[in-house]
Nanobody, 117 residues
């Protein structure tokens, strides 16, 4: 079954850290572009970080220097290490995969991250 399953969300105080994981099933993971998006209440979903199959990464300006995206192709898993968290990082975080052959645009169910001040 094709799916993305996120984990690692939770409640943390400002300045703390969390690591999100996204495990992919039934896709050609190593050839896929992976990304993390987030959506805060009343706001549009926004790209947080992406990592291509060649491990080239890109980040939203708001998280540069604080968040790191990485991937483990052996485990079909993408990670988002979040440090120096701020209350404005509070959102539901979604994992996204863009696969080729066939082309698929996949989303996970989301995981809540809440940062208290």
């Amino acid at each position: 079954q094709v799916q993305l399953v996120e984990s690692g969300g939770g409640l943390v105080q400002a300045g703390g850290s969390l690591r999100l994981s996204c495990a992919a099933s039934a896709i050609t993971f190593r050839a896929s572009s992976m990304a993390w998006y987030r959506q805060a209440p009343g706001k549009q979903r926004e790209l947080v970080a992406g990592i291509r199959s060649d491990r080239t990464a890109n980040y939203a300006d708001s998280v540069k220097g604080r968040f790191t995206i990485s991937r483990d192709n052996a485990k079909n898993t993408v990670y988002l290490q979040m440090n120096s968290l701020k209350p404005e990082d509070t959102a539901v975080y979604y994992c996204n995969a863009i696969t080729i052959a066939p082309f698929l645009n996949l989303w996970g169910q989301g995981t809540q991250v809440t940062v208290s001040s």
